[in-house]
């Protein structure tokens, strides 16, 4: 059968690997939704496909400037920065502009060749904008939805455009491809395996007609080993590598 292209053929997909139709699932439907938003949960916070990165553009209103904070969707993961609202520290515009000035009056040498000082200088302007006029810093909770931008308000006016980059979760309802991920599909199957080991343990010891009883405690043991090992794999080999930190 194809892929898997809705969350209910996911869910289907993940119940045929355990068996169904030939072998009775004891789960209920409920049960299994929650442990696909549980998979899905754990994809987007460690696999490198569950994420990515985007730039939120948004208009300020009245409220914003009172409340000192901005809203975003419950679909961002993180943000990491603030573009600059200014223009600068006044170094000009257009032909008036300090880098195309600079460029006018060097054209021979850059053309030449020599890029040296035109890079030199570009580093020293924006070393003279980060000292004096550095980003504002902002900070960022996933549970609450709200970017603070620490500034000076006064200086945002309504109607303005801030621009936050970020990291925001691949939706399987924009991207029916999400389905389609081989780690995602095992690892919501264990984790369907391990709701229905867990409800067939209320029967340990019970004996069915025919002499045959329940092994709910082995289901959801192997389960739980698979799970383990598979949030390691993640970890390992599906996750974004850590930037190197020094200091």
């Given at each position: 059968?194809?892929?898997?292209?809705?969350?209910?053929?996911?869910?289907?997909?993940?119940?045929?690997?355990?068996?169904?139709?030939?072998?009775?699932?004891?789960?209920?439907?409920?049960?299994?939704?929650?442990?696909?938003?549980?998979?899905?949960?754990?994809?987007?916070?460690?696999?490198?496909?569950?994420s990515?990165?985007?730039?939120l553009?948004?208009?300020?209103?009245?409220?914003?400037?009172?409340?000192?904070?901005?809203?975003?969707?419950?679909?961002?993961?993180?943000?990491?920065?603030?573009?600059?609202?200014?223009?600068g520290?006044?170094?000009?515009?257009?032909?008036f502009?300090?880098?195309?000035?600079?460029?006018l009056?060097?054209i021979?040498?850059?053309?030449?060749?020599n890029?040296l000082?035109?890079?030199?200088?570009?580093e020293?302007?924006?070393?003279?904008?980060?000292?004096?006029?550095?980003q504002?810093?902002?900070?960022?909770?996933?549970?609450v939805?709200?970017v603070?931008?620490?500034?000076?308000?006064?200086?945002?006016?309504?109607g303005?455009?801030?621009i936050?980059?970020?990291?925001?979760?691949?939706?399987?309802?924009t991207?029916?491809?999400?389905?389609?991920?081989?780690?995602?599909?095992?690892?919501?199957?264990?984790?369907i395996?391990?709701?229905?080991?867990?409800?067939?343990?209320?029967?340990?010891?019970?004996?069915?007609?025919?002499?045959v009883?329940?092994?709910?405690?082995?289901?959801?043991?192997d389960?739980e080993?698979?799970?383990?090992?598979?949030?390691?794999?993640?970890?390992?080999?599906?996750?974004?590598?850590?930037?190197?930190?020094?200091?």
């Open positions: 059968m194809a892929q898997p292209t809705t969350r209910v053929e996911f869910r289907e997909w993940c119940l045929r690997k355990l068996g169904k139709p030939v072998i009775e699932i004891n789960v209920d439907a409920t049960q299994i939704e929650d442990r696909i938003d549980e998979s899905l949960s754990f994809y987007w916070d460690y696999h490198f496909d569950g990515q990165k985007t730039y553009k948004y208009t300020v209103t009245q409220l914003d400037i009172d409340n000192r904070y901005i809203t975003v969707p419950e679909s961002i993961l993180g943000a990491i920065r603030m573009f600059p609202m200014s223009k520290l006044g170094l000009g515009t257009g032909i502009n300090v880098q195309y000035q600079f460029v009056q060097n021979g040498s850059i053309v030449g060749g890029l000082n035109y890079y030199m200088t570009n020293h302007l924006q070393f003279m904008q980060d000292l004096l006029q550095p504002a810093p902002i900070r960022y909770s996933r549970h939805n709200k603070y931008i620490d500034t000076d308000w006064s200086y945002i006016n309504v303005e455009f801030i936050i980059e970020a990291y925001m979760i691949v939706d399987p309802v991207y029916s491809d999400v389905w389609k991920d081989r780690w995602l599909q095992n690892y919501t199957t264990e984790k395996k391990y709701q229905w080991g867990s409800n067939l343990t209320k029967f340990v010891g019970m004996t069915l007609p025919g002499a009883q329940f092994n709910g405690e082995a289901i959801l043991k389960a080993a698979q799970i383990a090992k598979m949030e390691d794999e993640m970890i390992n080999s599906y996750g974004v590598p850590l930037a190197d930190m020094i200091g």
